[in-house]
């Protein structure tokens, strides 16, 4: 996926250079920056607040606000205004993270659900079944993150 995002803002840079002088004074150095950060050309770079949340012990029937399956680790609740459902972010403050699995965390996020208390620059983190599961994360809990906008998903979040 990443390579993907990479050419895509690759392509996007390549067909945007005819325009690219009279709205950017840099579009080498732009380029090489989204390269670099995974973000698309003039994608959002958000500074928000993260809280965290989990389904029950037995997390059946959890479904994000596009009636998908709330995945673990990559769901992301959002306030629609800020940040539009299906937005692919990248947090780094979530690399190298324990995945349910035991592998580490890539950084990607999954905007597929929204909250009532998700208001303004401010992300819930889906931690998965049951309070344990939080423990990874807590000390992402209620401080700021850095998240790049990457990209969009169609229909569900991969799992």
Same mark, same amino acid.
């Not at 800020?82 to 965390?105: A, C, N, W, Y």
């Not at 208001?119 to 809990?141: F, H, I, Q």
């Given at each position: 996926? &990443? ?26 150095? #732009? ?14 770079? $958000? ?42 972010? $990248? ?9 349910? #699995?035991?592998?580490?965390? #890539? ?14 620059? &401010? ?28 990209? &969009? $998903?169609?229909?569900c979040p991969p799992p």
């Amino acid at each position: 996926m &990443r390579r993907r995002l990479a050419a895509l803002a690759l392509i996007s840079t390549l067909v945007a250079a005819p325009n690219a002088q009279a709205e950017t004074k840099d579009p080498v150095g #732009d380029m090489i920056a989204s390269l670099l950060s995974g973000a698309l050309p003039g994608a959002g770079v $958000f500074n928000l607040k993260a809280t965290l949340y989990h389904a029950g012990v037995k997390g059946v029937n959890s479904l994000d606000s596009l009636g998908c399956r709330v995945v673990p680790m990559r769901t992301l609740a959002v306030d629609r205004k800020v940040i539009p459902r299906h937005t692919v972010l $990248f947090i780094k403050e979530t690399v190298g993270l324990q995945m349910p #699995d035991g592998s580490p965390h #890539d950084g990607y996020w999954y905007a597929s659900d929204v909250g009532g208390a998700i208001k303004g620059e &401010r992300v819930d983190l889906y931690t998965g079944n049951g309070a344990a599961s939080m423990k990874p994360l807590m000390k992402l809990n209620l401080s700021k993150v850095t998240a790049v906008k990457v990209g &969009r $998903f169609e229909g569900c979040p991969p799992p």
